[in-house]
């Protein structure tokens, strides 16, 4: 049985950073794509980031290129969101998931999802 669980959300000033986490358990880390989405009240899920097996590939939702990191540590069974210069509208609940597909940024393509991690940011 897998398990995702995120960690790191939290209350903001526009400009400021925040680091998410997210935990996986109950199989090989290394052998999933992971991937970052959020959903605003009201709003569908959208992609932000996913990260490939080793690291070496990376892809970024438009909104947020420039200004947030994906990594992963499969030491750690851990991959980190490093969200820099946010603003009001990155207001959302943030979900991690774990899929088989490089590079999706498709909802339905990931398999495994984590519970979620409130982030807000106050202008």
């Known amino acids: 049985q897998v398990q995702l669980v995120e960690s790191g959300g939290g209350s903001v000033q526009a400009g400021g950073s925040l680091r998410l986490s997210c935990v996986l358990s109950g199989r090989t880390f290394s052998s999933y794509v992971m991937g970052w989405f959020r959903q605003a009240p009201g709003k569908e899920r959208e992609f932000v980031a996913t990260?490939?097996?080793?690291?070496?590939?990376?892809d970024y939702g438009d909104l947020v290129k420039g200004r947030f990191t994906i990594s992963r540590d499969n030491g750690k069974n851990t991959v980190y969101l490093q969200m820099n210069s946010l603003k009001p509208e990155d207001t959302a609940v943030y979900y991690c998931a774990a899929g088989p597909i490089l590079g999706s940024t498709y909802v339905s393509d990931y398999t495994y999802w984590g519970q979620g991690t409130q982030v807000t940011v106050s202008s």
């Open positions: 990260i490939g097996w080793s690291g070496g590939s990376t």
